[in-house]
């Protein structure tokens, strides 16, 4: 398993861009597609973004789609989440994923590696 870590959270305005990183420690992190999540206290994980290993096909929730931007630096180790027009809703815990050689099924029990979280808050 690889080990991740989140960064680049912080407070904005509404219709303010946003960029989160994701660190990943560990041999082949190529070979581990990747998602983005976010949950409110109290509520379930939510898919945000994910990106495929090896053909790096990207996926978005119907939420962020047009907005968010999900892409992968490899040789860096780094999946970014690039998050334009921010909205009051996006405000929330967002958490990154990986599981090794795994396809499209970006559930969250899917995910074995998770990081610690970054808080996003964007005011009105």
């Known amino acids: 398993q690889v080990q991740l870590v989140e960064s680049g959270g912080g407070l904005v305005q509404a219709g303010d861009s946003l960029r989160l990183s994701c660190a990943a420690s560990?041999?082949?992190?190529?070979?581990?597609?990747v998602g983005w999540f976010r949950q409110a206290p109290g509520k379930e994980r939510d898919f945000v973004a994910g990106i495929t290993w090896g053909s790096l096909e990207t996926y978005y929730a119907d939420s962020v789609k047009g907005r968010f931007t999900i892409s992968r630096d490899n040789a860096k180790n780094t999946v970014y989440l690039q998050m334009n027009s921010l909205k009051p809703e996006d405000t929330d815990v967002y958490f990154c994923?990986?599981?090794?050689?795994?396809?499209?099924?970006?559930?969250?029990?899917?995910?074995?590696?998770w990081g610690q979280g970054t808080q996003v808050n964007v005011s009105s």
């Open positions: 994923a990986a599981q090794y050689l795994s396809g499209r099924d970006y559930s969250p029990s899917n995910f074995a590696s």
């Open positions: 560990g041999r082949s992190f190529s070979l581990y597609t």
